[in-house]
């Protein structure tokens, strides 16, 4: 049996970020994928970023992972979602061709130092004393490892649906993973059922794209990565539209044909994510719902019908298509499905995405019940480091809700379980001032590095970046400015209220109306900041005016972090026992004992635990200390 | 039920040439794939042409196919094999990067109009009256057909095989198609089993290319198709090597592990491409055996190491590529596997491919018990025209033995059947001095432009060369040279002999030691066809040299092609009773009762038959006329 330090099961978003991350780290790492073909194939829409989610990426960036790269690289359209507000909530958003996505992360994979690739379905987990030491394949090869992760997505267990037909699928064309499903539950883990789905794809020529409005990227774009130098040249546009009173008649009239509304789907689908048999059924009243046509590729006529998911007939498909104005001729090149799979319930997980009942096993990405590339990729890197340290001897890597979305994540995951497919939403991260994409290298760079993820050149270059910035602050709140003539007209010449008191500069750069490139007003001020003022890194310009603009909320934020911490970080100490704790309901007690909190902060999030728990709990906890 | 033309199941080679012929005719043409992702992908290893194969991608390029177009494309390797042999049996052979060579086959497929591309998997047929309908997907939609081409490649009950463990798919990683397979079977077709292999895939930096020989492209190619103009740049290296004792012995010594030994594979595989522990088996004094590594691509690691398909298991296979020198680290990315496969026994297809019991199904490829993408795609095509023609109400479209390779396969394969995978082989056509790489666009094109499939401008430029071919012969024989101190001493300077008799030019041509550049000599002739000599139709030049240096071979072959066309095309009487005719053997009268031969040509090249066999029916059919 040959010997790696940490196997991953499954070559997806997660899969791909967990063996390049425990590679990098020096592990010898062997990825499983059921066809090389499909490493990193864009299950669902050929887009990597968007709300919350352009965080995620940033931040996987930041810690030395691969996916904001390989968009960087395979991108066609670029968006900035939330221009228009604030930076917590601004989020990248790209659209890449689908096929060179795949490629390009596929080559990435292939070049990596210790990265061993191999074509084979898993069927089930070798397990010694409590501690998984293998993987079997198909042919009933065995590979030792010290550590595994399971990222194999949609398909445990995958069936896929179309009207009242359905197959076992892990997606549309390709066969679904079934023994090792069964192999997990047999190891005494609880699973679940989930469903989510996927619009048809049409196609390009048959499209009457003068009917609908089109949408051109975005001139300018930040990439994702750090070390992205340049974009593509080639862009595509995106094309809008609206369903019709039809298409929600044809709905209604033919609702019984949909499995999800004919009791014939039991996994559990996103609310947030409806099919538009949902959209139609839940908002009667809407007269209209949003289609966009996306193009997933420089050379294909495929495009992404976002907006027309549905598990309808594929008769019923094609006249739904077919009551959007500008696709009365389109041609279905594939059908919209949906499909039901097996999860993990993640409450059985720890904060390092470690199982409790197996060590040395992993699980990331769709199958601890999340959705998205972004989530996946996250996860998956998180567990393929957490799985090297394990095997290096080396302390577990987690980040808390208050240092990245990825630790918000992790945090909801392991502490609430979930009960619909979870998405990252910016509204899920109490921090959002402080965890922004535009800082996200500052936050994780350093801790990436530790890891031995970033090379020290980049390290270097943003810790440089990082003192640049707290000396610009530095600079700029020590310079002032005084009212008079000469001051104030500069100001009113800007749109800008005159001053009455003295201000720093850094002061002024609060005020909406006036930007870094007004600071140049000043410039013949005695020891004002040339080099500073006209840094070339865009990046430090625009952290010290998000800290000058913002930091009355910002400071809050970081003050309630504190206070969170302090009590956070007190630890319940282990086999505590809730049962005598009074004033506690049953079903909370069970809840903390099944869950068995490590940290006051981890009982503070479970779902149903109110103050007046919490305050007993802590109340036990002073006492034995 | 949407009605279409022409329905193609299969979008492998087949399918693809299928699919277009008949919608370049006119036909609205649906075109099933279980999965868009791997149309037209390359089973095996990433080059197309070769001995024999060439030819046919001429052919299909000069009827309007599109295989040429597609490999000149994406071909990063180039050779001209046979090149010192005669013209008769040289061949071109390209290695193409295999993901560019798919993805430009679909967006090709994509953008022809009328053809309409869909992805599912198809179950069954629609059967009606003894005439093919329609047919039905896995999800019970129907669409219905006058015509249905069925190219399913190795996927009917396809079953892998690695050592002593085997599961169901159609290729690895891919599924199955299993009730296609029922069905057809069901319907009363003779169904067998065949096999194939592939070797394994490599991991190029785990490679030591510095142990192997390095073989580069050939600098100056042709390319397949009359319409490609360049070529793309980047070229790849092929790189040479042989396996030593030590593999010979861990084949030997594991021989019961295989598969293909255990008498666990049944189906029939291809005497001629053996797999390697055939060739250490059957050739025991052979000390060594080439191996090649093929680049699978620009932007890949994969290397395809030829010379090394087995279905040993995984363990073995490791052990036998490490035996290789320099390929003692190598990396297994893919295994080696043997895939079990139902295919038709084409003896059940008339000329056009359609089958006879079953009016309105025609059958292309790897299903009618062929092997090779170059061989599938020839008949894909070639039951794509006939559908398309049968459709319109028009003459069906068949080539014979004197006029194209695809005719001897064609007319192979539905007189004679296959007792192993069949491939295409220089030496099946009887008449391969007339069946050239070189003229293939002479011979054919006119056909394709008959059938639509070639442009009205290329028939035009073809039909030019070809009266340039007919004029500048005539010219040449014309213009005579006379023994003479002048004209011997321009030959003896080229080294060719003097003459005593006058000659012409275009005798002078047939001298081995003479060149169409030596023509120049004689520039100073009065009416020397300066133009013609000149021309820039390189063609042209060939053309004339290679009839005027095999004349004599030629025009016997010629002879014998009229020769056989007037016994060949002597009609059987349908319903002919062949239980009546004295000196047959009964096995013969079984055969040729079954076959039911149109012509006597059919009845001669049925296996079994006799000279004197061929006298009695001859006598028979002589006294009913
Ligand atoms: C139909 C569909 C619709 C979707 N719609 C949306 C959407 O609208 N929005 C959204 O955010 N997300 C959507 N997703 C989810 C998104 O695709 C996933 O969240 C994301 O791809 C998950 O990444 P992953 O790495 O966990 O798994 P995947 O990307 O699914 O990758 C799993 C990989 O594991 C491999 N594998 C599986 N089993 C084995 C085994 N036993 N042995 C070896 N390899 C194995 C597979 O070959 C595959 O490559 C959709 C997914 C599907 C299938
Ligand atoms: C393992 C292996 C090794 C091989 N080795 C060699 C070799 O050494 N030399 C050689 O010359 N040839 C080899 N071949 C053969 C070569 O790949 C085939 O001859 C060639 O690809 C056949 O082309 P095709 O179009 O007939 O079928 P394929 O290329 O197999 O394509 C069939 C297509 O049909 C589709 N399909 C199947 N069933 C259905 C259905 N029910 N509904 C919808 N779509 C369906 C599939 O998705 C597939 O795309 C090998 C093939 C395999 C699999």
Known sequence: MKQYDVIVVGGGHAGCEAALAASRMGCETLLFNINLDSIALMSCNPAIGGLAKGQLVKEIDALGGEMGKVADRTAVHFRILNASKGPAVQSSRVQCDKQLYRLTMKSVVERQPKLHLFQALVDRLLVEDGRVVGVEDQTGVSYGAKAVVITTGTFLNGLIHIGMAHYPAGRAGEMASLPLARNLSELGFEMGRMKTGTPPRLKASTIDFSRLERQDSDPAFEPFSLSTHHLREERLPSYFGYTTPETHCLIRDNIRLSPLYGGIIKGIGARYCPSLEDKVMRFADRQRHPVVMELEGLDTEEVYAKGLGNSLPLELQEKIVHSVPGLEEAEILRAAYAIEYDFVQPTQLQHTLETKILRGLYLAGQINGTSGYEEAAAQGMWAGINAALAVQGRPPF????????????????????????????????????????????????????????????????????????????????????????????????????????????????????????????????????????????????????????????????????????????????????????????????????????????????????????????????????
């Open 398 to 625: 987690v980040l808390d809700r208050s240092e990245a979305y990825m630790g918000v994540m992790v945090d909801d995951l392991v502490t609430q379980g979930v009960d619909e497919p979870y998405r990252m939403f910016t509204s899920r991260a109490e921090y959002r001032l402080i965890l922004r994409e535009d800082n996200a290298a500052l936050r994780l760079t350093p801790r990436g590095f530790e890891l031995g993820l970033i090379s020290p050149e980049l390290q270097e270059q943003i810790s440089g970046r990082i003192q640049q910035i707290s000396e610009g602050i530095k600079r700029l709140s020590s310079l002032r400015i005084y009212p008079g003539v000469n001051v104030n007209s500069k100001l009113e010449q800007k749109g800008s209220p005159a001053i009455k008191n003295p201000l720093s500069l850094f002061q002024l750069l609060k005020r909406t109306d006036f930007s870094w490139d007004d600071l140049a007003l000043f410039s013949d001020l005695p020891d004002f900041p040339e080099d500073l003022a006209a840094c070339s890194d865009r990046n430090v310009r625009k952290q010290i005016e998000i800290e000058a603009k913002y930091e009355g909320y910002i400071s809050r934020q970081r003050e309630a972090v504190a206070r969170m911490k302090a009590l956070e970080n007190r630890r319940i100490p282990p086999g505590f026992d809730y049962s005598a704790i009074p004033g506690l309901s049953n079903e909370l007690k069970t809840k903390l004992s099944r869950v068995a909190p490590e940290t006051l902060g981890q009982a503070r999030r479970i779902t149903g635990m109110t103050q007046a728990a919490l305050a007993a709990v802590l109340i036990i906890i002073k006492k034995w200390e």
